[in-house]
């Protein structure tokens, strides 16, 4: 299997735009999490699926930020519009039975918004 | 509230140098336990991990961590450091809906 595949592995964006970052997890996997990490805040949970379904999204910022999945083998995570405050590096990962599993990482999109 | 507090930001190790990564959680239940190691521009990549059982767990790249209760720590340890192992190194514990990392080590090797 060739991992968890994200794209783009870098986005460059004015502020204002949508922005839209896209996952592939591994085939079998049921669970998938979107995390974002910057320096002064770490690694952050953003939202997490289960079977395709959004399980906890407590972690979404704000209204822009948007997640869907809408099949077990693609995932999206939507900012509509960009700021500068989200320049960060977005991992998506996948496990096969939730988080209390091996999480497997992509290797992330980093995103500039200017 | 969940929590992990990796205490030391940076650490640097001469290479052939036994090397332990501190790490201690806040969790109402039994935690599961993960450590991963992230090398520049790459994503997380599991070392090991804890659910139940022997508190002294092995993972890949000669890399062990043990888990004490009572303390509430799960460090890393390898006993002879590679160039190789200089990333950055993340410890995470995990519940039902979330899993928490912390704010990670930064590992320098020097020859």
């Known amino acids: 299997d060739a991992g968890v595949i994200q794209s783009p592995r870098h986005e460059v964006t004015e502020m204002g735009q949508e922005v839209t970052l896209r996952c592939k997890p591994i085939?079998?996997?049921?669970?998938l999490f979107w995390y974002r990490q910057t320096m002064m805040r770490g690694l952050e949970l953003l939202i997490y699926f289960n079977n395709n379904v959004p399980i906890d999204d407590s972690g979404m910022p704000e209204d822009r930020f948007s997640a869907k999945m809408p099949n077990a083998s693609f995932s999206t995570l939507k900012i509509q519009p960009s700021e500068p405050r989200d320049s960060a590096v977005y991992f998506c990962?996948?496990?096969?039975?939730?988080?209390?599993?091996?999480?497997?990482f992509g290797q992330g999109t980093r995103l500039t918004v200017v | 509230a969940q929590s992990v507090t990796q205490p030391d930001i940076h650490i640097t190790v001469s290479e052939g140098a036994s090397l332990e990564l501190r790490c201690n959680y806040s969790?109402?239940?039994?935690?599961?336990l993960f450590w991963y190691v992230q090398s520049p521009g790459q994503g997380l990549q599991l070392l090991l991990k804890y659910f139940s059982g022997d508190t002294l767990v092995q993972g890949i790249k000669g890399f062990e961590a043990e888990f004490k209760r009572s303390q509430s720590s799960f460090n890393l340890r390898k006993p002879s450091v590679h160039w190789s192992d200089a990333a950055e190194y993340f410890c995470?514990?995990?519940?039902?809906?979330?899993?928490?990392f912390g704010t990670g080590t930064r590992l320098t090797v020097i020859p």
């Open positions: 085939s079998g996997h049921n669970s």
């Open positions: 990962a996948s496990s096969p039975r939730g988080l209390n599993t091996e999480a497997f």
């Open positions: 969790y109402g239940a039994t935690p599961y």
């Open positions: 995470a514990v995990g519940g039902a809906n979330n899993l928490f």
